[in-house]
C-alpha cells in the first residue's frame, strides 16, 4: 500500500492489492486516470517504495513510465543509449556491440548524433524502446507511454512483444488501447481508486470496464463512447438510453 497526498489531502494511493505476475506473462493495466494504475508500476520497479507491504521482483527488468526519463536533452541520442545500456545492466563491451541494432531499431537514422533535445516526443520514445528490448530484459514494464509513437513504430513494438514472450519475458503494460491488450494479453486487471476491482481473462474484464464507463455520467458516456467508436470497439451489448429514432451520441 502507498499513503501520499493530493492538493493537501492524504489518501492510499495504493491499497489491498495482492497481485502475482507470472513469468512469460503478458499483464495489461486498465482503469481511468488516477485510478493508481501508474503509482503500481512505480512500485514494482522500486521507483515508489511501499508504506506497507512488500513488492518482490525476480529478474532483470527494463522500465518506459516517463518520456525522456533517464535521457539528457544536451547529449546525442547515440550517447543517452549508450548510457542507459548500462544502467540497464550491460557491460561496455556489450553496449558498444549492440547499439548499431539499437539505433537503426530505433530508425533515428542520422539525427541519432543530434542532442536530444531537438527531439520530438516520438523520437523519445523510439530510442527508449529501442534501448529496453534490446537489454533482452526478463521483465519489461511499460506505462502508456507507446500511444505516443507512430502507428508503424507501434506494430514495430508490438512485434517484438512476441519476440519476448518466447523467450519467456514477462511484460507488464499501462494502456488504454482496449484492442492492444485484446491482441497480446494474458490477463488484464481493471484498477479504481488504488485498488484492483477485477483480474482475469482480458476480453471479459475490458468487456465489464467499458459497460461500466457507458453507464457512468452523461458527459463521461459520450466522451468514451465516440471513443470507442472511433477504435471500432463499441460492444454490441451496449445500450444507452436513447432519443426517438436512435442511441445517444
Not at 514494482?44 to 518482490?56: I, Q, R
Not at 557491460?91 to 543530434?114: C, H, N, T, V, W
Not at 507512430?150 to 513494438?157: E, G, S, T, V
Not at 485498488?195 to 467499458?210: E, F, L, S, T
Amino acid at each position: 500500500m502507498i499513503w501520499t497526498q493530493r492538493k493537501g489531502e492524504a489518501f492510499w494511493a495504493l491499497s489491498d492489492i495482492s497481485l502475482d505476475v507470472t513469468r512469460g506473462e503478458i499483464l495489461g493495466v486498465i482503469g481511468a486516470n488516477g485510478s493508481g494504475k501508474s503509482t503500481l508500476l512505480r512500485t514494482m520497479v522500486g521507483l515508489s517504495p511501499p508504506t506497507e507491504g512488500t513488492v518482490s521482483v525476480n529478474g532483470r527488468y527494463a522500465a518506459l513510465l516517463e518520456l525522456g526519463a533517464g535521457f539528457h536533452p544536451d547529449g546525442t541520442g547515440r550517447d543517452n543509449a549508450f548510457v542507459n545500456a548500462l544502467f540497464m545492466g550491460l557491460s561496455k563491451q556489450r553496449a558498444r556491440e549492440l547499439m548499431p541494432e539499437i539505433l537503426e531499431f530505433s530508425g533515428l537514422g542520422k539525427f541519432a548524433d543530434q542532442p536530444m533535445r531537438t527531439y520530438s516526443s516520438g523520437m523519445y520514445v523510439r530510442l527508449g524502446f529501442a534501448v529496453a528490448v534490446h537489454v533482452q530484459p526478463e521483465i519489461l514494464v511499460i506505462d502508456e507511454i507507446l500511444a505516443v509513437g507512430d502507428a508503424d513504430f507501434q506494430q514495430k513494438c508490438f512485434d517484438h512483444f512476441a519476440e519476448l514472450k518466447q523467450q519467456s519475458a514477462t511484460i507488464i503494460l499501462v494502456t488504454h488501447s482496449m484492442s492492444t491488450l485484446r491482441e497480446f494479453a494474458d490477463r488484464v486487471i481493471h484498477m479504481e481508486h488504488g485498488r484492483v476491482v477485477n483480474d482475469g481473462d482480458p476480453d471479459a474484464v475490458i468487456d465489464k470496464y467499458m459497460m461500466n464507463r457507458l453507464t457512468a455520467s452523461p458527459a463521461a458516456r459520450k466522451v468514451f463512447r465516440r471513443s470507442l467508436e472511433a477504435q471500432g470497439l463499441l460492444p454490441e451489448e451496449a445500450v444507452e438510453e436513447s432519443t426517438p429514432g436512435g442511441v445517444e451520441r
